[in-house]
């Protein structure tokens, strides 16, 4: 499959024009095309995803043409994990990014000496899986007995707020999101914790439904998301008012130049994005050089 890449780093010019504070204080969000109050959304998303946990996986195969498959191999593949390391999977409750960041150490630990340093490395590696929905997570458990994954102890499940997180100040190697940051309340709360929680040299890599820069192309796939898409959750899924959420939302979320902007706002450095056929999807991706020093007393 070709894809067109396209990779952009970022200057000082676009910082200005986002703070940390300056989405803090709106009482109202959006949920698609609606506005509901801030309390409502975190109910609302639970609602849609405890709805399609089940066809989840089906789905994202159906929708994306099994592409989704190809961009989160990119997406770890950009991560390069290491033995040993300490990462964090948020909204990654089926386990797709997950188990591909094992699987990953395990070729590597297959083509290397198996010698008692690195295999002791191996064993100290954790892959915590961070999501708020218990129904997503109980897929994820199941899929992961079924492929004999963690059963050294190195998959860890946790249900958890995105937007405050449960892990220490500068504990861990990486931090991945995958299709889950666009479903937040507060985008740049989840920047914030994604920095708080990362090591000085750690990586953060989100995957996401885009923006499509190409007139034509754009106009094709609005055609698909807003009339073929909610048609499919209605017929595999059973739910179409969910899917319609999906791509409503897809297009209220920041585009490419602006989310990246938001990146660098939480204090991110090395801040690039690229973008996949064409924008549909695109990775961000960020370096964190200052250690977190919390302010609180």
């Known amino acids: 499959m070709a894809l067109r890449t396209v990779t952009r780093k970022l200057g000082s010019k676009l910082l200005p024009r986002f703070s940390s504070t300056s989405l803090l204080h709106s009482h109202a969000t959006s949920f698609g095309f609606k506005e509901v109050h801030e309390e409502e959304k975190s109910r609302l998303v639970g609602n849609v995803f405890s709805s399609v946990a089940s066809s989840y996986d089906l789905m994202n195969d159906i929708m994306s043409v099994g592409l989704h498959r190809l961009w989160k191999d990119r997406l770890v593949s950009k991560l390069n994990p290491f033995p040993g390391m300490k990462h964090l999977d948020v909204a990654g409750g089926t386990g797709d990014v997950a188990f591909r960041i094992l699987e990953t150490l395990n070729s590597v630990k297959r083509r290397a000496t198996q010698d008692v340093l690195e295999d002791n490395l191996h064993k100290e590696t954790q892959i915590f899986v961070c999501d708020i929905n218990p129904n997503m997570l109980n897929v994820g458990k199941k899929r992961a007995m079924e492929r ?56 953060f890599l989100c995957l996401e439904l885009s ?87």
């Open 211 to 297: 923006h499509v820069e190409v007139p034509v192309f754009k106009e094709l796939y609005d055609c698909y998301s807003f009339f073929v898409i909610p048609t499919v959750g209605e017929l595999v899924a059973g739910d179409r008012n969910s899917y319609q959420y999906l791509v409503e939302s897809i297009r209220c979320f920041p585009s490419q130049e602006t989310f990246a902007s938001m990146i660098a706002a939480a204090g991110f450095q090395k801040v690039e994005y690229e973008n996949l056929v064409g924008g549909v999807v695109a990775i961000h991706s960020g370096l964190k050089f200052q250690m977190y020093i919390s302010t609180l007393g």
């Open 148 to 203: 004999g994954l963690g059963e050294d102890k190195s998959l860890i499940w946790v249900e958890g707020d995105a937007e405050a997180l449960k892990f220490k100040d500068n504990s861990l190697d990486g931090y991945t999101i995958a299709f889950g940051i666009r479903n937040v309340t507060h985008i740049e709360k989840v920047l914030a914790e994604a920095y708080r929680v990362l090591k000085r040299g750690g990586r």
